[in-house]
Structures are given as structure tokens and as C-alpha cells.
């Protein structure tokens, strides 16, 4: 009877996988493809439009002050009328922002579109945290979590040779290959957020492909999880923002994401810095190598978090394995060298996600941390605004990008630390429990 229980298990635990985990791994695909673009555009727009390295910095980082300013409100809003509505809205909104950014004639109105993208992009990727809480267990979560996440490293294995190709071989009309890039690349999230619509459930019990069996055994499974959490508490809104640990969970997400973004805006450039001789494509196809290795370390290790039922250490080492690589790119001169470095970096940083969004979840309840993670991910995202600000300011300054690399890498190693010394009580059902 034990086993016949494990099989069911097993079986509906994949059926809502595949149900659920695709469709949201290629929205986020589509997000990072729009948000992330603008670094293969910067091969042929910042002379276009005259950008100076620090204006192309203060491009990239302004998204996330957009982000920043309506994270929380936006998950508020997802609270309020469900994820399958207020997703759909994100989706849509962020792909009329993308395409218009095709149009641009002058760094100003870039600067107002890019920070319009991340007004219309906050609350996605928070809102899919907390929506995927709502259907998975608690020792199922990284695992999910890194199914989901790993659209951003195949985002740009994806992104880097198809962006690189359109701004080499599309010139229709008369225009210059990047502008068409963020043009074609912003139609998909216009068309993903009318499927989303009609597509997401909000809520297992609303789901007509589950019996009412499945929904009743999921129901209970989730309610064990809260039960199994007795530090889980429910917070208001005020409290949530103002809670030490979702306070110090930000700040290392914000250290995270310097050196993450930081590295990510500026490959393209530091790619090309290696031989005049590459052209778009090759660098794309340069840049899909790191993105591959990170995809695939994240995922082993996500369900050697799950496996453990381990948060903390599982968060702390990538982030000293980032750190390491990333501020010895500094010291190498060989490009291949200076490839598995950044891939190593990169690997690093991937692997810390999943871990890391699972430690809300243990001390906060299910309602709690869709604003947390909104708090925890908004604050943290304006290193998304340091780290590319900091590496164009130095390069602006006539240093090398690597001098920027080096701070950014010190940064991460504060971040490990911090992370190593985290005060939260792992707990979770076991994997036997009934």
C-alpha cells in the first residue's frame, strides 16, 4: 500500500509539473530575453546613438529602479486579483514597452522606456514564486524553483545567438539590425500574456484536469507544510517590509545582483574585447557557452538542496565559487581562460537561486511571503542598477572592466558571509510523513 501511495505521489507531482513548469519557464524566457537584450544591442546602439559607457551603465541599470519603486505594489495587486489576471497584465504591458524601445532616437527616451519596462515587468517573477507555493511542497520547492529559474541562463544561450543574428541579417526598411532585435524580441511577451490568460489556474482546487481526489491530496499536503513550519507567521504588509529577516534576505540579494547583472550586461562587450576579428554572431555564440554550464550546475544542485532538505549552505557556497571566479578574470589574459572563469561565475551565481527563494518560505506564511519575496527581490534587484552603473563608470574612467569585476567579486564574498551567518531554523515535512 506504501508503494502504491509513492507512485501516485510520484505521478501527480509530475502531472502538475509538466502542466504548470513549461509554460511559466517560457514567460520567463520571453522576460529575460526583453530585459537582457540590450546588451547585444549596445554592439552596434551605442554608437548609433552616441551613448558614452557610463549613459550605456545608466541604460541598463535603470530598469530596475522601475522595478524597485512598484515590485510590492505589484504583488499586492496579484494578491488582490489572482495570478492568472495580474500575470497576463505584466506580460502585455512589458511587450508593448519592448517593442517601443525599437523606436528610440536619443538616450532620454531610452532611458524613460527602459525604466517603463521595469515599472511593467515588476511583481512577475515574485508573483511565480508565490504562485508556485501554492501547487508544490515544501521539498519540492528548489527543485521547482530551479526548473523555473533555469529560463534565465537558457534565456541567454537562447538569446545570445539569436539576438547577434537578427542585428547581423534583419535590415528591413532601412533599419539597423538592433532596432529590429528589440522589436521581434518584444512581440513574444505580448502573445504570451494573452495565452496566459486563458491558460494559468490560479489555484488547484479551481483546476479541471485535477480529479477531486488530487485536489483534496494536495490540499492536505500543503496544509501539513504549514503545520510542519511553526516559525511561519503571518505578517501585514507594513511588518513585512520592516522584518530584519526579509531585510537582511534583501540586502544579500541585492549584493547577489550586482555581481549577477553586472557580469550579464557587459559579456557581450567583454567578449569582444578578446579579438577584433568576432563578428555579432561569433560573440553570441561565445556568450551561449557560460550560460550552458550554469544551466546544468543549477539544476544538479537545486535537487541536492531538495535531496538534503538544506537551504543556507546550499545558498553560501555558490556564492563563494562565484566570488573566486569572478574577481580572477581580473589577473587572466587568455580568453579561453577568461570563458571557463566567467562560466564558473556565472555557474555560481545560477546554483545560489533556488536555495535561496526556499528561505522566505520556512519562516513566513504562504500569504506572507508573496509580499517578502516582492521586498526581498525588488531591493534586491537595484544591484541590478549598481553593478552595470559601477562597471560603465570605471570603463568611463579609462580602467579596465575587470577593475569593476574585482569590486564586484569582493561584494559577493560579503554576500557569503552574510549568508553563511543566516539565523533560520530548516524545517521540513519528511519525506515519509502521512
Not at 551613448?51 to 541599470?61: K, N, P, Q, R
Not at 501554492?134 to 539569436?162: C, D, H, N
Not at 538592433?178 to 502573445?191: K, T
Not at 534587484?381 to 569593476?404: D, E, R
Request: glycine residues 8%; positive net charge.
Amino acid at each position: 500500500m506504501q508503494a502504491h501511495q509513492d507512485i501516485h505521489e510520484a505521478a501527480l507531482v509530475r502531472k502538475i509539473t509538466w502542466k504548470i513548469i513549461p509554460f511559466v519557464f517560457i514567460l520567463y524566457i520571453i522576460s529575460y530575453l526583453d530585459r537582457a537584450n540590450i546588451g547585444y544591442a549596445a554592439l552596434q546602439m551605442n554608437k548609433e546613438l552616441a551613448l558614452s559607457a557610463e549613459a550605456f551603465g545608466f541604460i541598463s541599470g535603470i530598469f530596475f529602479i522601475g522595478y524597485f519603486l512598484f515590485e510590492v505594489p505589484s504583488n499586492v495587486m496579484l494578491n488582490k486579483f489572482g495570478a492568472r489576471r495580474w500575470i497576463a497584465r505584466i506580460l502585455l504591458s512589458w511587450g508593448v514597452v519592448s517593442v517601443a524601445c525599437g523606436f528610440v532616437q536619443s538616450a532620454n527616451q531610452l532611458y524613460v522606456l527602459r525604466f517603463l519596462l521595469g515599472v511593467s515587468e515588476a511583481g512577475f517573477f515574485p508573483g511565480i514564486i508565490v504562485y508556485l507555493t501554492y501547487w508544490f511542497r515544501q521539498k519540492e520547492l528548489a527543485t521547482t524553483v530551479a526548473l523555473f529559474t533555469s529560463a534565465i541562463p537558457v534565456s541567454y544561450i537562447i538569446g545570445a545567438p539569436l539576438s547577434t543574428w537578427i542585428m547581423d541579417h534583419v535590415h528591413w526598411f532601412g533599419w539597423s539590425g538592433w532596432r529590429w532585435m528589440l522589436l521581434l524580441e518584444g512581440v513574444p511577451a505580448i502573445v504570451g500574456g494573452l495565452f496566459c490568460y486563458f491558460y494559468l489556474i490560479d489555484r488547484p482546487q479551481d483546476a479541471r484536469w485535477l480529479t477531486p481526489a488530487e485536489k483534496d491530496w494536495i490540499a492536505g499536503e500543503l496544509e501539513r507544510d504549514r503545520q510542519a513550519k511553526p516559525e511561519a507567521r503571518h505578517l501585514s504588509t507594513m511588518k513585512t517590509l520592516s522584518n530584519p529577516r526579509v531585510l537582511y534576505l534583501s540586502f544579500i540579494y541585492f549584493v547577489y545582483q550586482c555581481g549577477s547583472l553586472g557580469i550579464g550586461y557587459w559579456m557581450p562587450q567583454i567578449i569582444k574585447g578578446f579579438s577584433d576579428q568576432l563578428s555579432h554572431t561569433q560573440i553570441g555564440l561565445i556568450a551561449m557557452i557560460p550560460y550552458l554550464f550554469a544551466t546544468i550546475v543549477m539544476v544538479f544542485w537545486s535537487r541536492s538542496s531538495d535531496q538534503r532538505v538544506e537551504r543556507r549552505l546550499h545558498s553560501a557556497i555558490p556564492l563563494a565559487m562565484a566570488a573566486l571566479a569572478l574577481g580572477s578574470i581580473a589577473h587572466v589574459g587568455n580568453p579561453y581562460l577568461a570563458t571557463l572563469l566567467i562560466s564558473v561565475s556565472l555557474a555560481g551565481l545560477y546554483a545560489f537561486k533556488s536555495p535561496f527563494w526556499a528561505l522566505p518560505t520556512l519562516f513566513l506564511s504562504r500569504e506572507t511571503a508573496a509580499v517578502s519575496i516582492a521586498v526581498i527581490n525588488s531591493v534586491g534587484n537595484l544591484g541590478g542598477f549598481v553593478g552595470p552603473s559601477l562597471i560603465g563608470y570605471v570603463k568611463g574612467q579609462g580602467y579596465a572592466a575587470s577593475t569593476g569585476l574585482m569590486f564586484l567579486a569582493a561584494m559577493l564574498v560579503v554576500a557569503f558571509l552574510m549568508t553563511i551567518f543566516i539565523r533560520i531554523r530548516e524545517s521540513a515535512p519528511r519525506a515519509d510523513a502521512r
